[in-house]
């Protein structure tokens, strides 16, 4: 029975894909409800299906007409309230007539040339400062007494003062830092942005040191630092391609806001007071 199924199901797609006839073709009836073709290119539509993929159509005729059959059952039993389903109809059918209006509103709004001046003229927000640095971390924590905050700087400075004596800064970060990513590449982070940790930290690096300098032993919010700037800081710019996603999206808000309001503006509102 389920073969005789699929192939009738298949053989009326196909009749759907070469059919010259009306779009209110009637190709199924639910109950004394009549399904027409073109209740079914609008669901196909609305899914995204690939109309022309007859495989595609075969299986979603299917679940559409299984829908059709199960939503005349729901109705027939009578077990839902026919007004607030209206209502909740009624709200949905304005969200979507809002959001496909949108969407074809959009669709060439944003032009290429668009995105690239709006990059070009606000180029700013896509720079960033970075730094190459590397630390020896010693780890500090909140409920800690002072006498455990004590040996920690002294455990800091002590590493200091290897490093002023002319120790390797990897091999003093391999002996002594606490950061489990950074200690097994002798300490190195890598490449930073300004204000992307700790901002005594980033002010230390991107304001008070020079290239292959060392800092003296000082604390932020997860322990006590000594710091070796690798690379001063620089100024660089996320390309274009990058970031063109972003830009397109913003763009398409402004938009969208603007048809919003040139919208309102065509249709009048009043509010009516409430009888006393």
């Known amino acids: 029975m389920e073969k005789l199924i699929r192939t009738a199901l298949t053989l009326f797609v196909a009749s759907l894909l070469f059919a010259c006839g009306s779009s209110e073709e009637i190709i199924a009836k639910v109950g004394d409800k009549a399904i027409t073709k073109k209740q079914f290119e609008a669901y196909l539509q609305f899914k995204r299906v690939n109309s022309k993929d007859e495989k595609q159509r075969e299986a979603h005729l299917k679940l559409y007409l299984e829908r059709e059959k199960l939503t005349a059952a729901i109705e027939k039993s009578k077990a839902l309230d026919d007004a607030l ?26 032009s290429d040339d668009a995105i690239r001046s709006y990059y070009a003229s606000n180029s700013g927000n896509y720079e960033s400062k970075k730094a190459k640095v590397a ?14 905050r004590t040996a920690r700087y002294t455990r800091a400075a002590e590493a200091y003062s290897q490093l002023t004596s002319g120790k390797d800064f990897a091999e003093i970060a391999k002996q ?38 060392v800092s003296e032993p000082f604390q932020t919010s997860f322990g006590y630092h000594i710091v070796k700037l690798l690379e001063e800081p620089a100024v ?36 009516l007071e409430k009888k006393q």
Request: net charge positive.
């Open 236 to 271: 660089v710019k996320k390309p274009l391609e990058s970031v063109k996603g972003d830009i397109r999206y913003q763009l398409r808000q402004k938009v969208r806001q603007a048809e919003t309001e040139r919208l309102m503006e065509t249709t009048s509102l009043t509010m």
């Open 135 to 148: 630390h020896i971390l010693i780890r500090t924590e909140q409920k800690m007494s002072e006498t455990e």
């Open 85 to 110: 389903m209206q209502a909740e109809l009624e709200e949905f059918k304005k969200e979507m007539l809002i959001s496909r209006y949108f969407e074809k509103h959009l669709r060439d709004k944003v």
């Open 176 to 213: 002594y830092s606490e950061d489990s990513v950074s200690v097994k590449k002798g300490g190195v982070i890598g490449w930073i942005n300004q204000g992307a940790i700790d901002p005594l930290f980033s002010k230390k690096v991107f304001e008070e040191m020079k290239k292959d300098q």
